[in-house]
């Protein structure tokens, strides 16, 4: 693993995380940038994130956040691409079901639970009617990509998403 290290206090920051932005503007919150966090500065280290239905304490622990709204989405979900194919399937990112008026129980198409509706990343493929998660979706990206592939894919989307520091 290559990267960064302080000698005087032993940090060690790998190339994929020195080369991500600190600041970037999301989907998810549009009314302010979103800062680059680590997640036990959150009072509560067991939190989920709304936008993307995702437990912190399952993540590398970075998430990208607004102090003025205590606003916060997963890094790793922060990072998810506008569109998404797996097993030949194409799916569009929304963050809230595009259907406005519906009153079915949606759930993920990977781990078969509830998917929230409004406020919430998610893909959706109308075709085939499937809905995933999006933290699932990017999991199952990563499982059936090579590791190297994937950290490329990281780079690349969040080099959309950044502003200026």
């Known amino acids: 693993m290559k990267g960064y290290i302080c000698v005087g206090c032993n940090y060690f920051i790998d190339n994929i995380c020195f080369s991500l932005p600190s600041m970037i503007q999301h989907m998810s919150h549009p009314q302010h940038p979103l800062k680059l966090t680590w997640y036990s500065e959150f009072q509560n280290g067991n939190l989920k994130s709304p936008a993307c239905q995702y437990y912190m304490d399952h993540t590398s622990g970075w998430a ?3 102090t003025k709204c205590d606003f916060f989405v997963d ?11 797996l097993a030949n399937v194409n799916y569009k990112l929304f963050f809230s079901f595009p259907f406005k008026h519906e009153k079915a129980i949606i759930r993920c198409n990977i781990c078969f639970e509830k998917v929230m509706t409004t406020c919430s990343l998610l893909y959706y493929n109308m ?8 933290s699932c979706a990017l999991f199952e990206e ?3 990509n090579h590791e190297e592939m994937v950290n490329r894919l990281s780079i690349q989307r969040f080099s959309d998403l950044r502003i200026a520091d």
């Open 64 to 66: 990208d956040c607004c």
């Open 127 to 134: 075709d085939s009617d499937e809905t995933m998660h999006v």
């Open 142 to 144: 990563s499982v059936s």
């Open 75 to 85: 890094r790793f979900c922060a990072g998810a691409s506008k569109t998404l194919t």
